[in-house]
């Protein structure tokens, strides 16, 4: 089993900057891709910024040069630098982690989300 507890949502002013944290806890062997994904009232869940162990990064079209995704291994955790935050940046944040628990099974958990708010 394994846990992703989130942190770092809430209400800032158009032009600001959160930072969301994701810990992966329990029966991990490996955290072989960390990412965050967004859904908005009445649409459909995205990506926004991913990191993969062997494969780099990526981020949506949208969020390129304003937001910075990068990972603390030893703490299995994940972060999402947001800056110069838009009112369409507004959405339920959703962390995502893959990988092989202890017993080389593959998993695939999502966290509970956490809300981001950016007023104009």
């Known amino acids: 089993q394994v846990q992703l507890v989130e942190s770092g949502g809430g209400l800032v002013q158009a032009g600001g900057s959160l930072r969301l944290s994701c810990a992966a806890s329990g029966s991990i062997f490996s955290v072989d891709y960390m990412g965050w994904y967004r859904q908005a009232p009445g649409k459909q869940r995205e990506l926004v910024a991913g990191i993969a162990t062997r494969a780099g990064t990526n981020y949506a079209d949208s969020v390129k040069g304003r937001f910075t995704i990068s990972r603390d291994n030893a703490k299995n955790t994940v972060y999402l630098q947001m800056n110069s935050l838009k009112p369409e940046d507004t959405a339920v944040y959703y962390c995502?982690?893959?990988?092989?628990?202890?017993?080389?099974?593959?998993?695939?958990?999502w966290g509970q989300g956490t809300q981001v708010t950016v007023s104009s």
């Open positions: 995502n982690a893959r990988g092989l628990t202890m017993r080389r099974y593959e998993y695939d958990y």
